[in-house]
């Protein structure tokens, strides 16, 4: 038997422990009923999923309520790996409706509704989230109708997940969490392009009686979101290296398929709607947060890199606990 790692004592900083669940993991293992747990379960940025990281999604356990943040490619698979029962995923966050935060959003509601899920769960996000949510629901549709038909199932897939566009401040509250919502600027649309004014991308705070967890999302440096963080007890912030991002491209040659005007907005995009690791050690001192997670990690040639020099670079600016996260962490 595969032996389960040891918790981790971290003193002074808010941090009280975390644990990997990637090597060792007891499938029927509950979450706890108690206080608020933060687990990593998809880590890998951008629209291609690579070996050993999963698509950006994390799971929060507040008193035994599930709330999922983002659900991007492999989504599913890491939370079986946690233990967790579907049934018992109460709400869905989406940060914004990029594919590598949302690709792994229909297999889930698919294996919730297969579940035998009872109520409905309820999927939040920035402008285009309902649109997403309902789009989904039509594909499901054909598979429910077919259960419905065999004798499998009672309940249109429907009838179990609600979806609404959220607007920024206070979105949500119930006896585990208070949920606020800020816009960040990861979207820069040009005038005249289908997006422009339509879609939102937001960063989230999650206020538990414990602690306190902000997730960015997606985001360049945005006064917006350190005001949302402000004295937070963990800020998991995306990270990017322009430098790793090319070089990760020219390898797989999808660089070279670009015309030079599309080179030029991938970069401007990574630069201006993405943070560095010397931006998130400056937005997170600006905050006062106490640790900061960095996710959404990009791949660069080396697929078995730790990004610890990401880490050491965010120090650089921050002085306080400062983790690479991986998937099925938990902090």
Do not use: C
């Amino acid at each position: 038997m595969r032996l389960a790692l040891t918790w981790m004592s971290i003193l002074g900083t808010g941090l009280l422990a975390f644990a990997d669940h990637g090597m060792a993991q007891n499938a029927g293992a509950a979450p706890a009923k108690t206080g608020t747990r933060l687990i990593t379960l998809g880590t890998r940025s951008g629209p291609n999923p690579t070996v050993g990281r999963a698509q950006s999604s994390n799971l929060l356990v507040v008193n035994g309520t599930l709330y999922l943040i983002d659900a991007g490619e492999g989504v599913t698979r890491r939370l079986n790996r946690f233990g967790s029962n579907f049934r018992d995923i109460e709400m869905i966050f989406i940060t914004h409706p990029h594919s590598d935060h949302t690709g792994g959003l229909g297999g889930l509601m698919g294996t919730i509704y297969d579940a035998n899920r009872a109520k409905p769960v309820a999927i939040m996000g920035p402008p285009g989230t309902d649109a997403s949510v309902k789009g989904l629901l039509q594909f499901l549709n054909v598979s429910s109708e077919i259960r419905i038909s065999d004798g499998g199932k009672a309940t249109p897939v429907a009838k179990i997940f609600t979806s609404q566009d959220l607007g920024t401040g206070e979105v949500f509250k119930d006896a585990n969490v208070k949920v606020t919502a800020a816009e960040n600027n990861h979207f820069k649309f040009p005038p005249g392009t289908p997006g422009y004014g339509k879609y939102k991308s937001y960063s989230y705070r999650f206020d538990a009686p414990d602690r306190s967890i902000v997730f960015t999302g997606d985001t360049g440096p945005n006064d917006a979101v350190v005001t949302l963080a402000k004295g937070a007890d963990v800020f998991v912030s995306e990270v990017n290296s322009v430098e790793d991002y090319k070089e990760r491209q020219i390898a797989t040659g999808r660089w070279q398929m670009m015309t030079p005007e599309m080179q030029q907005g991938s970069i401007r995009h990574m630069v201006e709607e993405h943070v560095t690791p010397t931006q998130v050690g400056e937005m997170a001192a600006r905050a006062g947060v106490k640790t900061v997670i960095l996710t959404h990690i990009g791949a660069g040639v080396n697929l078995n890199d730790d990004y610890q020099r990401y880490a050491d670079q965010v120090k650089q600016k921050f002085s306080g606990q400062v983790f690479v996260a991986s998937d099925l962490k938990e902090f």
